[in-house]
């Protein structure tokens, strides 16, 4: 293992521990520096014992420099690959058992930390036949969306990556942003060439009731949605659940094909507990995926596995359980 790997390695489990803040920042910065160093320098520096006098790499990086070199897996690793395992129930499995790809990521093209390459590696090295990627919509600058030329830039290079796969696929598609009046934040030529569609509200969280009702409505019928992103918007403890009609919200989701996100960010977890169980009484169709925005968080499914076989959301209203053929056949469908 070379230093820049274990660093990778320890940057994936702190993420998918969702540890965050300063120790990802520090390993993250100590990868940087030994990628843009001479290999011959990081080994004399590992054996001279000065790793930590180069600016970016203190002593917890350097250890897992040392460690890596001496042809060993760090400790630090060992014991991170041991205790950030994502928890999944054995109801949670069987739904977990079934996922063949995750339909809502993002890359370092808008506001991810993994370049897709990487994120397409640990997809694949987790099981899955496909990722759908879904960068940002352009409205939304902080998260660095992407206007149509970067769209088609990013849409070639997809065709690039997969021509160097045989056995696995990275579907086109954009976490496209609501807009007040329910259009969306995409010109239709380009949703129309995209695989998979998430449509998603960012902005206006605390719309009042009927207004924001209308504007999801609109959304979820628009026929080039797929999939209605992480409803309510709340995060835990942060943000309140946005205030909608969940019966009219979820009867359109049934009546036009658009599946229900069930969405795995720790701090989401969205839709809440009663809100699925609406979509189930309704028979909508779900999503299972992690909205990651590092390898790491690829391995959060279980989270929203533990919480679909919890509500009994059926297996096989869950589009990610379908081969890859067969979901842009529903999407093209829908
Ligand atoms: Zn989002
Ligand atoms: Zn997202």
Redesign the pocket.
Known sequence: MTPEEALDLVIHCLDRAHTGGFKVKAFVRARDVVRSTDPAEIAERAANDTLTKLDGIGDATARVITEALAGGVPSYLTKLEETTQVPITPEGQRYRDALRGDCHLHSTWSDGGAEIEEMAATARGLGHEYMVLTD?SPRLTIAHGLNRERLEQQLDDIAELNAGFDDFRILTGM?VDIWEDGSLDLDDDLLERLDVVVA?V?SKLRMERHQMTERMVLAVANPHVDIL??CTGRLIGKRPESTFDADYVFAACKQFDTAVEINCRPERLDPPRQLIDVAVAYDCWFSIDT?AHATGQLEWQPHGCNRAAEREVPIDKVINTMTAEDLLAWTAGG
């Open positions: 940002h976490e998603s960012h992103g992480h909205d």
